[in-house]
């Protein structure tokens, strides 16, 4: 890694913006006054960094891409709000990370490792985390919580004030309005579950006795007509050694918006996806 900044001529960078070694500013690029960019981070040309926005280590901005703009809230009135991203970022073309509003603690965060495609949106107060993935087009309104590895499809989008739990998957076009349970796989308009992300949990390293817990609380909390308080209580009886089920139920407990289920009388759905 080089230990210079490097700064293309055309671009524009505020004075009082801080760029640490190793930053790599493309043609056209703009940089606002209050924006920290950590080390070996890339930004690309044409792309506009505003706000009191910061940047951790070895984030890389593409072209076009818009980051720490004011919230698209009406309710917005010049607050200083920020925009804060971890290290490791991919941030594609045309995607837009907008800051806070004093609804949300002035401050939307982004952790690690994430990838926002081309075109996906991160409204003001989201509260993402670490290895999340927003396909192309996907859009998240103010509030949003994603919990760890969460991967959302092209064209989804989800409602304000909307959790989706840790190692969720949300198909292509899915309408998100309720929270969306840890592990699990949701689609459609308006979403519903559709069984267990096994693919994603195997691909993260989950064992066979992980995934058969969470295939028994599944069933216990969406298959066997018990009301979700039922089914929370009878699961944590059961599964008190897993981990996973642990936080599934609690997730479940802890929803203010109602949890995203699977469709009535279509409980073979997602007993079909359990394996």
């Keep these: 890694m080089s230990t210079e900044t490097a700064v293309h001529p055309s671009a524009v960078i505020a004075p009082g913006a801080e760029l640490d070694h190793g930053v790599r500013v493309g043609p056209y690029a703009v940089i606002g006054r209050q924006v920290r960019i950590g080390r070996d981070s890339s930004i ?20 076009f891409a818009s980051v720490g703009a004011i919230p698209q809230d009406k309710k917005y009135q010049g607050e200083d709000s ?16 907008n ?7 002035l401050v939307t965060r982004i952790g690690n490792d994430n990838l926002f495609m081309v075109y996906s949106h991160v409204g003001h107060d989201c509260q993402i985390g670490n290895n999340v ?31 989706v739990g840790e190692s969720a998957y949300l198909g292509g ?4 309005s309720l929270d969306v349970p840890p592990y699990c796989v949701a689609q459609g308009d308006r979403a519903r579950l559709f069984g267990l992300n096994l ?45 996973e089920v642990v936080h599934l139920t609690e997730f ?6 109602g949890i995203c289920r699977p469709r009535r009388n279509a409980g073979q759905e997602g007993e079909d996806d359990l394996g």
């Design 133 to 163: 993935i927003l396909a192309n087009c996907a859009t998240l309104a103010g509030h949003v919580l994603l919990e760890d590895y969460v991967g959302v499809g092209g064209l989804a989008a989800i409602h304000q004030f909307t959790r």
């Design 99 to 105: 800051t806070g509003t004093t609804g949300g603690g």
């Design 173 to 176: 076009g899915a309408m998100v």
């Design 44 to 63: 690309g040309p044409h792309s506009v960094i505003e706000g009191r926005t910061t940047l951790g280590c070895e984030n890389q901005i593409f072209q």
């Design 199 to 243: 693919i994603g949990l195997k691909r993260r390293g989950f064992g066979e006795e992980q995934l058969n817990a969470l295939k028994k609380a599944y069933r216990t909390l969406f298959a066997e007509g018990l009301t979700l308080k039922e089914a929370a209580d009878r699961t944590r009886q059961e599964q008190v050694s897993s981990p």
């Design 252 to 257: 479940i407990a802890s929803s203010q918006r």
């Design 82 to 97: 920020r925009l804060t991203i971890g290290d490791r970022n991919t941030i594609r073309e045309f995607a837009t990370l």
